[in-house]
């Protein structure tokens, strides 16, 4: 299998402008986690699915973040408009299944919003 | 809610020295504990992880980690680094609560390695 797949691997974009982060998870992972990780933040959950519905979206900042899973192979998270506050590196991780398993984390999406 | 500290942000070793990480978390009963690492650029892997059973357990790369309830510790072991373990590494605690998911990392300690 290749892993998490994260597209695009950097992302330099203005502020104002939309941003759109995808992520494609193991197949046959019924967990998938969307985290950001900053210098002062550290890294942090902003939503997980299970089974393509959205279970807990308590981390997603504000209402300028959304994050859709269409089906079991691809997920989204949209960022608009965009702002310098939001440049981070974004994370996407699956899971087989719940608590105990290992969360297996793609490369990162590095966005910087100018 | 549960919470991860790691309390060293940076740590130095040369390489051949034994390693030890700390990690302590608060959680209100058996955590889900574990322990990744993250190269520069990538992604962060499972070294290993605690649910139950043996306290102390064994990953990938030689480390080693050891569950302490009555010191709500968690630390991360090695015998001889080697200059590749320069990394940065992240405990995580996960609520064992059957259903639950969600990780919660403390803030991370950057390994160096002196040759």
């Known amino acids: 299998d290749a892993g998490v797949i994260q597209s695009p691997r950097h992302e330099v974009t203005e502020m104002g402008q939309e941003v759109t982060l995808r992520c494609k998870p193991i197949s046959g992972h019924d967990y998938l986690f969307w985290y950001r990780q900053t210098m002062m933040r550290g890294l942090e959950l902003l939503i997980y699915?299970?089974?393509?519905?959205?279970?807990?979206d308590s981390g997603m900042p504000e209402d300028r973040f959304s994050a859709k899973m269409p089906n079991a192979s691809f997920s989204t998270l949209k960022i608009q408009p965009s702002e310098p506050r939001d440049s981070a590196v974004y994370f996407c991780a699956s899971s087989e299944r719940e608590g105990r398993y290992e969360q297996y984390f793609g490369p990162g999406t590095r966005l910087t919003v100018t | 809610a549960q919470s991860v500290t790691q309390p060293d942000i940076h740590i130095t070793v040369s390489e051949g020295a034994s390693l030890e990480l700390r990690c302590n978390y608060s959680?209100?009963?058996?955590?889900?504990l574990f322990w990744y690492v993250q190269s520069p650029g990538q992604g962060l892997q499972l070294l290993l992880k605690?649910?139950?059973?043996?306290?102390l357990v064994q990953g990938i790369k030689g480390f080693e980690a050891e569950f302490k309830r009555s010191q709500s510790s968690f630390n991360l072991r090695k015998p001889s680094v080697h200059w590749s373990d320069a990394a940065e590494y992240f405990c995580a605690v996960g609520a064992n609560t059957g259903t639950a998911s969600k990780l919660t990392f403390g803030t991370g300690t950057r390994l160096q390695v002196t040759l």
């Open positions: 699915f299970n089974n393509n519905v959205p279970i807990d």
């Open positions: 959680y209100g009963a058996t955590p889900y």
């Open positions: 605690y649910f139950s059973g043996d306290t």
